[in-house]
């Protein structure tokens, strides 16, 4: 059986690229701002600028499109990877949507189908 060095894809929905105008906030703290870049209905992932990586693996996220003034508040999050990217002081971290409600997995579908470009 042949084996392959490439990284193994795991997740069970598509991510889709989000556009510049997409956010999210670390547990509602306007402070801690960070770019969203792709999402999918099972997590997302974002951008942000830390020296070291978030403590917690259980947070919240207010998402924002302040492109279409779409918020959705409160989504529960579980931490799946955190790293420092190519860009020194930039990390990325990649999230799973945990425990939604009806209503929050309803404005996050149309999250998606009002800011999403494409697949990535």
């Not at 084996?3 to 402070?31: G, I, S, Y």
């Not at 917690?56 to 999050?77: A, H, K, M, N, R």
């Not at 939604?100 to 999403?116: A, D, P, R, Y």
Request: hydrophobic share 40%.
């Amino acid at each position: 059986m042949a084996t392959t060095n490439e990284p193994v894809e795991r997740r069970k929905d598509k991510r889709l690229l989000v556009l510049e105008a997409a956010f999210v906030c670390f547990d509602a703290n306007p402070a801690m701002m960070a770019r969203i870049v792709d999402v999918s209905a099972g997590g997302l992932g974002f951008t942000y600028r830390a020296s070291k990586r978030r403590t917690d693996d259980w947070f919240t996220l207010e998402i924002l499109c302040i492109l279409y003034d779409i918020s959705l508040q409160g989504i529960p999050v579980r931490a799946i990877s955190d790293f420092e990217t190519t860009v020194k002081g930039v990390r990325r971290c990649d999230v799973q949507f945990e425990r939604l409600t009806e209503e929050q997995k309803h404005e996050l579908e149309q999250f998606i189908h009002c800011c999403t470009i494409g697949e990535t």
